[in-house]
């Protein structure tokens, strides 16, 4: 494969690192390391970005009443940090993983196709400018501002929104290109490209969830994007998909939104299911437990999140037997999810066990996400779900479910490579302090959200009565804390990059198993020129 | 667990710099309605269930965590699956456990719970019909033709920090619903313009009011008293603004309301006795 390509580079690029200097080499670059990183850059600017403007929304709710912000600013503030959240930061932080990895992994001498790669990445920096531009245009006294409808979109409200949504409609159509080419690049690297004597079932996890993941987006990106696209019929050309004096229905967009938005959390777990098992099996010095439990178990994860979304619409009104249905089929998820959490559990269990920094933030993400799935159940039930639906109750429980996958699992697979990449070993110390933050930032965060929830407290609201005030003060504290957390992780990445730490060797953690830690620490620009053969 | 302890310490320690306990709430409102009661019993028992999970298999975690610790010299075990029967057995049984959780111990009385929420018609003694608009609430006795919208009071000062905030801050009107106490009544929700969601937390209900459809919902209340609520679902620039107070009166009191809004009179009767 890695021949083939080099007759149609214009020099001999299969085996040496031969590339243009400077900026041209990021732009011009087809190399999976290359790319996998600027994703991963990417995305935690993306991170850093919608972590600062939710921290100005903490910031806000600190006490009662407006002092820092007007509601028209709150509302864009809420809406970006859930839209850059979800689709700048979690999605490319996990395609970033899956193009650094996948080929390492699964013994490739790069990605099936690399220009296409290119491409995928190169659609997300003007994705992400088109989605924020209203929002800084609108500081400067240009326009209405960015969308403000709330990352859910809601028609009539965005059909009666400002321009600003007709920029987040295009950032959404782009960022759904970039995935879905980012996905066809992971099925078709994942199915092709396998190191002879890789059966599917000899590949590790991590593959398996990318490429569950990859089959869900190609399945759900293009449904948003055909509901994007009704809104802005909608807005500009009189039809009437979703209002009701046209002979449309508002809950029809709540119906596509979900279709897509309740999978999109899978899309964005799966991958750090594929990225746990290595780290847990790593530093337990034990085999992953239940291989093929975990892959069905990923499968029945894929195959049930797209029948399940209108869990999230159980106050919209519904029939009962509509109701039932959605509940009962939310409550199967469960189970696959239970197996995945017995497998991890099971690989821990009678290990030889140590805890480096990434089997930290593995195992963090295992008690955190556990509490966020428990909460899952009962909200499952649409009789008591109107309770919990749109208060606090909610923004705690997807927080618990999302920041242990996307950021922590994202963490603990960052840190488990990171040696393989830069060539060092991480400062351990640090690590851990980060941990700890995190730990404490995170639940101090959350943990009143779930109790101001209960108490009755709306989500997006730039304003509440009095008795919310002590769960705010606290939960702004501890995104404050959380928020801080993520510096000394940039401080830590870079002064390992720099060459800080220890130097790593090919096999740099003592358990860890698998072709990436085969090749040299940090790997070659080109990893497999000929193939390794599996038994 | 060693974070854990750590993060018990931090919540402490944060608790310790706010002056009282007081201000804190830990479960929902005092229900006042059948769903409502049922609501909470439901989060009780999930709350039992969910804590005891979660702590249980954390303590077998941390059990693991420091018994298999490789610095106590343990050794790795090589298993990767069940083998024997007993095995298998031990493997599925969290499993049975937790099929019986959801469609047992949760199924069951959720689908009952489900059939209770949407039994809006049966014996209904009256039908209020709820609009949402941006942003203020509008409410209307069909059958007895009142009709009356109801807007937020708080003085803009108190919101922009230039007063002292009122006790109900946020959370008064100028003309709340008001409601006969033990009577079962029918809401039926819309909307003018985008989607808004009615809801007072004490009833346990909550509905979208939904732009040129119908939905609805039922509530019968057991308590005299005064409830408060808020719009929930984003509807644009004041959301936050849009409170939802209803004033649960005897029937006398009730009627009387009634009569003087049929009466034309806008100040609003309910609290004042006969």
New interface residues.
């Given amino acids: 494969m890695a021949h083939d390509l080099a007759h149609d580079l214009p020099h001999d690029a299969a085996h040496d690192a031969h590339y243009p200097g400077g900026l041209m080499r990021w732009i011009q670059t087809t190399n999976h390391k290359d790319i996998g990183l600027m994703y991963l850059i990417f995305a935690f600017v993306m991170l850093l970005t919608g972590g600062a403007m939710i921290l100005g929304v903490r910031a806000e709710l600190f006490k009662p009443g407006l002092q820092l912000m007007q509601p028209e600013f709150f509302n864009q503030l809420i809406t970006l940090h859930g839209l850059i959240m979800v689709f700048g930061f979690a999605m490319p932080a996990a395609t970033g993983l899956a193009n650094y990895m996948l080929p390492l992994i699964l013994g490739a001498p790069d990605m099936a196709l690399p220009r296409l790669n290119n491409w995928g990445f190169w659609i997300l920096p003007p994705a992400a400018i088109m989605l924020t531009l209203p929002f800084f245009l609108g500081i400067m006294g240009v326009g209405p501002g960015a969308v403000d409808t709330g990352w859910t979109m809601y028609a009539p409200l965005s059909v009666q929104s400002g321009w600003g949504m007709d920029f987040a409609i295009f950032a959404v159509h782009m960022l759904g290109v970039s995935s879905i080419l980012g996905s066809i690049n992971v099925i078709v690297t994942i199915l092709n490209m396998r190191a002879p004597g890789m059966t599917l079932f000899k590949m590790p996890l991590f593959a398996h969830g990318f490429l569950v993941t990859a089959i869900l987006l190609i399945t759900i990106m293009p449904v948003l994007a055909g509901g994007v696209t009704m809104v802005l019929m909608d807005r500009h050309f009189d039809t009437h998909f979703f209002t009701a004096a046209g002979g449309g229905d508002p809950v029809l967009w709540q119906h596509i939104f979900w279709f897509m938005g309740h999978p999109e959390v899978y899309v964005l777990l799966l991958p750090i299911c594929g990225v746990v098992p290595h780290v847990l099996s790593a530093f337990a010095r034990k085999p992953v437990y239940g291989y093929k439990a975990q892959v069905y178990g990923m499968w029945g994860i894929g195959a049930l999140s797209v029948v399940v979304w209108a869990h999230h619409m159980f106050t919209s009104g519904m029939s009962v037997g509509g109701q039932l249905y959605f509940m009962y089929s939310t409550m199967l998820i469960s189970l696959p999810l239970a197996v995945l959490f017995f497998c991890w559990i099971a690989t821990i269990w009678r290990g030889s066990l140590s805890f480096e920094t990434p089997m930290l933030f593995a195992v963090g993400f295992v008690i955190l996400f556990g509490w966020g799935g428990l909460t899952g159940l009962v909200l499952a039930d649409a009789a008591a779900d109107p309770q919990y639906h749109n208060a606090y109750f909610l923004v705690a429980h997807f927080h618990y479910a999302l920041y242990p996958t996307t950021v922590m699992g994202a963490m603990a697979g960052v840190y488990y490579w990171l040696p393989k990449w830069t060539g060092h070993m991480l400062d351990e110390r640090l690590g851990k302090l980060h941990f700890w933050v995190v730990m404490i930032g995170f639940n101090l965060t959350f943990i009143p959200q779930f109790l101001v929830g209960l108490a009755g407290m709306p989500r997006r609201i730039p304003d509440y009565p009095v008795m919310f005030s002590e769960w705010n003060m606290l939960s702004t504290i501890g995104a404050f804390i959380l928020g801080a957390s993520h510096l000394l992780f940039i401080y830590n990445v870079v002064k390992c990059a720099r060459g800080g730490g220890v130097k790593a060797e090919a096999k740099s953690w003592e358990g860890a198993q698998g072709l990436e830690w085969t090749v040299p620490s940090p790997a070659p620009y080109h990893t497999f020129d000929v193939q390794p053969t599996i038994k | 667990m060693q ?1 854990l302890k ?2 018990v310490l ?2 402490i320690a ?2 310790g710099t ?1 002056a009282t306990w007081a ?7 005092q229900p006042v309605t059948p ?2 009661h ?2 909470l019993h ?2 009780n028992l ?1 709350m039992v269930i ?1 804590l005891t ?2 702590f249980g ?2 303590a ?2 941390l059990y ?2 420091y018994t ?4 106590r010299g ?8 069940p083998k024997s029967r007993k095995q298998w057995l031990w ?1 599925l049984s ?2 049975a456990f ?2 019986i ?3 047992g111990v ?2 069951i009385p ?2 009952h ?6 039994d809006t018609k049966n014996d209904a003694e009256l039908v209020v019909k709820v609009t949402g608009s941006q942003w203020l609430w509008q409410y209307e006795f069909p059958s007895e033709g009142v009709r009356f919208s109801s807007r937020l009071t708080t003085p803009r000062e ?4 230039l007063a002292p ?1 009122g ?5 008064e009107v100028d003309n709340p619903l008001v409601l006969p106490v033990g009577k079962k009544i029918r809401f039926i929700t819309t909307s003018n ?3 808004h ?1 009615w ?1 007072v ?1 004490a009833f ?5 009011a ?4 119908l ?2 919902f039922w509530a019968k209340v057991d308590t005299v008293g005064t409830y ?14 849009m409170p939802v107070v209803v004033n649960v009166v005897s029937e006398a009191e009730f009627k009387t309301w009634l009569d003087s809004k049929k009466a034309g009179v806008v100040a609003v009767a309910a609290k004042t006795s006969p």
């Fill in positions: 974070g750590n993060l931090g919540v944060a608790l706010s201000g804190y709430s830990w479960s929902f409102p769903i409502a049922e609501t439901v989060h999930f969910a999970l979660f298999v954390l077998l975690m693991s965590f298999h610790r490789k610095s343990a050794m790795a075990a090589d298993f990767t699956g493997v969290p499993f937790l099929l959780l959801d469609y949760f199924g959720a689908f719970a489900v059939k209770m929420y949407e108190q919101i922009e920090n905030k006790e109900n801050y946020l959370l313009d985008v989607i969601s809801w937390p346990g209900v909550k509905r979208d939904v732009p040129g459809f939905r609805e408060r609520g808020q719009c929930s679902e984003l509807c644009g620039k004041e959301h936050g603004f």
